[in-house]
């Protein structure tokens, strides 16, 4: 079983997170005004769909091959951008979720780009060997059970 070192919840608070997770997520996701959003604006956003330049935010942190194709079809995004209309609530509500994990994989690893890219694409046993990102990207339910392996880290269980 591989363990993962994360810094505990103590270490973690000694840091300061900049805002909330709402407004963090809207930051990765290149949302116009993400410093005024709340948790239930930014709910309303992804409910109503996102921009079209939220797929391009996260593509700068995950790269483009990972997010458009994987999370977010090609051709959906260029209708999307071609038509200047949001994308599908379906399509925003994968953006957000993953943006969710990167969020708080960029606080458990001080915004370490190369710790992050390792965790997400390394086969983990505790998802049954798929890779976290596999699991993140399959649905919101698999986006949740990332989320709680990096907080189980991060609270010093080894994972």
């Known amino acids: 079983m591989r363990v993962t070192c994360m810094p505990t919840q103590a270490h973690s608070a000694q840091r300061k997170a900049p805002a909330n997770e709402a407004t963090r997520v809207a930051r990765l996701l290149a949302i116009d005004d993400a410093n005024m959003l709340s948790e239930v604006d930014l709910a309303r956003r992804v409910s109503s769909g996102l921009p079209s330049q939220s797929a391009l935010g996260l593509s700068e ?3 483009k091959k990972r997010v458009v194709g994987s999370i977010i079809p090609e051709a959906s995004l260029r ?5 200047n209309k949001p994308l599908s609530r379906e399509l925003s509500e994968r953006l957000f979720e993953i943006g969710r ?19 997400l694409h390394r086969p983990h046993a505790l998802l049954e060997g798929d890779t ?9 339910a698999g986006a949740q059970a990332v ?3 990096i907080r189980r880290a991060e609270a010093g269980v080894a994972v």
Request: aromatic share 8%; charged share 20%.
């Open 147 to 149: 989320l709680n392996l």
């Open 101 to 119: 994990v990167v969020d708080a994989l960029r606080l458990a690893y001080h915004g370490n780009q190369e710790a992050i890219d390792g965790f």
């Open 132 to 140: 976290p990102f596999e699991m993140a990207t399959s649905s919101s």
């Open 79 to 83: 209708r999307a951008r071609n038509a």
């Open 61 to 63: 942190i995950l790269g």
